[in-house]
Nanobody, 118 residues
Framework: QERLVESGGGLVQPGGSLRLACAAS????????MGWYRQAPGKQRELVAT???????NYADSVKGRFTISRDNAKNTVFLQMNSLKPEDTGVYYC????????????WGQGTQVTVSA
């Protein structure tokens, strides 16, 4: 059974850092694009960063230069290092696994709360 479990969220002051982790089980991690998305209160879920199985990364303009996505295929884990956090980074952060081959399945974690506030 496919499962994504996020960890590492919390409360941090503006300018601080957090590192999120997402552990995947039941998916063939190496053929999935792994991604992080976030949803702020009253807003739609938005892409933060993705990391394909071939090593390509993509970032939302709002986080470029501050956030770094990485993955450890041996441990079936994807990370999001978040530096220079701003209040507008506040939201629930979700891990996503999108299979790159048929069947093109798509799974989400339960989310982890990140709050940036003084």
């Amino acid at each position: 059974q496919e499962r994504l479990v996020e960890s590492g969220g919390g409360l941090v002051q503006p300018g601080g850092s957090l590192r999120l982790a997402c552990a995947a089980s039941g998916v063939i991690f190496s053929i999935n694009t792994m991604g992080w998305y976030r949803q702020a209160p009253g807003k739609q879920r938005e892409l933060v960063a993705t990391f394909t199985s071939t090593g390509s990364t993509n970032y939302a303009d709002s986080v470029k230069g501050r956030f770094t996505i990485s993955r450890d295929n041996a441990k079936n884990t994807v990370f999001l290092q978040m530096n220079s956090l701003k209040p507008e980074d506040t939201g629930v952060y979700y891990c996503n696994a999108a299979r790159e081959r048929w069947p093109y399945t798509n799974f989400w974690g339960q989310g982890t709360q990140v709050t940036v506030s003084a």
